[in-house]
């Protein structure tokens, strides 16, 4: 690719702002195209981690067993909308094939390429749009039931530990001393000290939007309808406003990413992976650190703006309305095991995880057009793996003597 002067970002999200603000530091031209670009997209709601020690790929060797009892639990991680189960399956089929022991071992190193530089990425950004002193070293604590559960999960703290993250095993005592508000039911904790956590991550990406507007950068408020496509470049995008040109165009529309690839000849399977959660204004109880609550899998965090209890992962498509009674159930849950949690008050809310069955994001260059890159995919772990993106795609397509390496997440990998 020759290099750009300028670019078009589709999606103002935490994803595409950070790739917006990696291209505008090298000096280019940037528009950022987004059809809702202050409204309540998936990198505003969600739990606010940084969660840099999860290298770990979500589908594991037999973890297929487990299917079933969640899809049974009510209360459970997991549900698939029926009428959605036709168009879930090849992505379902392919889930489960990367939890061969091989595919996981590629994939894990894959996620720890980024998740080694998160920090390196973020730190000189938030500096720079006064945000660093909002994103605290508050680290993580995995809870338990009973020790044997932690030795249950030992695949995915070996995979950890492979990679070098640290973690220390905290008993009862030691759980309950760092946090006086977990009931008697959990009996044994991991602390992962390197998870950081943002106080409030719509304020980051309203913060880091205003910053890129104040630089100079383009906010256009318009749907994305087509890719110009024309000699095997993609010269820009088509709205209903008109159309916008540029040398470079980067797809970072989250879940709703795939219709722009496949408009390019390259489909790749993308689901929503939604998540539900409930944010406790009054929450009556303090927290030093996010919980992640293992075996019932739900995430507690605590935010400027009041304790977010949430998780889920429900696979309905992007169009079916939301069913908050999942985040009802993990307030009830999360009761059972904060007892003076105070749940008066909280605001419901439901985001779209843009999730690959292989864990990994979709970015790099296309493969069939020259001016096309992506940035999607990211699932679970959007908000860690924004700024690395952001600066990953930039070096890989402006800085060839830093010699970035994409391979593994190009959207090649799917045809
Ligand atoms: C409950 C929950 C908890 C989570 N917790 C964490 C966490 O603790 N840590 C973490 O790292 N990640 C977490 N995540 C994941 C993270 O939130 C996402 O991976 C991340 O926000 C995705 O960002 P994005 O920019 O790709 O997508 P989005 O934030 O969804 O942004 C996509 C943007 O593209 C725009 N768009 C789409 N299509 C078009 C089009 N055709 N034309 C114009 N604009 C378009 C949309 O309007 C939207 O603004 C969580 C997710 C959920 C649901």
């Known amino acids: ?7 078009i970002v589709v999606g103002a999200g935490m994803v595409g702002l950070c790739c917006a603000y990696a291209l505008h530091l090298r000096g280019i031209k940037v528009t950022i195209v987004d059809r809702d670009p202050v409204g309540d997209k998936t990198s505003y709601g969600n739990a606010g981690a940084l969660a840099i020690s999860e290298c770990v790929p979500h589908s594991l060797p037999g973890q297929m067993w487990s299917i079933p009892k969640w899809l049974l639990d009510p209360m459970g991680p997991l549900s698939i909308r029926p009428a959605h189960i036709p168009q879930f399956m090849p992505w379902l089929l392919s889930y489960l094939t990367h939890s061969r022991k091989k595919n996981v071992a590629h994939i894990a190193q894959a996620l720890q390429a980024i998740h080694c530089r998160v920090s390196a990425d973020y730190d000189p950004m938030l500096q720079s749009i006064g945000y660093a002193d909002k994103v605290w070293d508050k680290g993580c604590i995995r809870v338990y039931d009973h020790y044997k559960s932690f030795k249950a999960n ?22 309950r001393a760092m946090e006086p508000a977990i009931g008697k039911a959990k009996t044994f904790g991991v602390l992962q000290p390197q998870w950081r956590i943002i106080d409030d991550p719509k304020a980051l990406v309203g913060c880091l939007r205003e910053w890129l507007l104040s630089q100079g950068v383009a906010l256009i408020t318009a749907n994305v309808e087509a890719l110009i496509m024309q000699d095997k470049r993609v010269e820009g995008v088509k709205t209903p406003i008109g159309k916008y040109v540029a040398d470079l165009t980067v797809v970072a529309a989250g879940a709703w990413s795939k219709q722009l690839a496949k408009q390019a000849g390259e489909s790749c399977l993308l689901e929503s992976e939604r998540g539900y959660n409930t944010t406790l204004p009054y929450p009556n109880i303090s927290l030093g650190h996010e919980l992640l609550f293992a075996e019932q899998m739900f995430a507690v965090s605590p935010l400027s703006i009041g304790i977010r209890v949430g998780g889920a992962s ?14 009802g159930n993990l307030l009830h849950l999360a009761k059972r095991y904060l007892p003076d949690l105070n749940t008066e008050n909280g605001r419901q809310w439901m985001g779209h995880r843009p999730s690959t069955p292989d864990s990994l994001p979709v970015l790099g260059p296309s493969v069939k057009w020259r001016g096309l890159a992506y940035a999607f995919g990211h699932a679970h772990l959007g908000m860690t793996q924004a700024a690395s993106s952001g600066q990953m795609l930039a070096e890989a397509l402006l800085e060839p003597d830093k010699a970035t390496d994409l391979t593994a997440y190009s959207i090649g990998r799917f045809s």
């Open 154 to 175: 030992a695949q995915e703290w070996q995979i950890r530990k492979q990679h070098g993250q640290e973690y220390e095993l905290l008993g009862e005592t030691d759980l």
């Open 1 to 7: 690719m020759q290099q750009p002067q300028t670019a």
């Open 314 to 327: 429900e696979f309905a498509g992007l169009t079916a309305a939301p069913n908050y009674k999942r985040s």
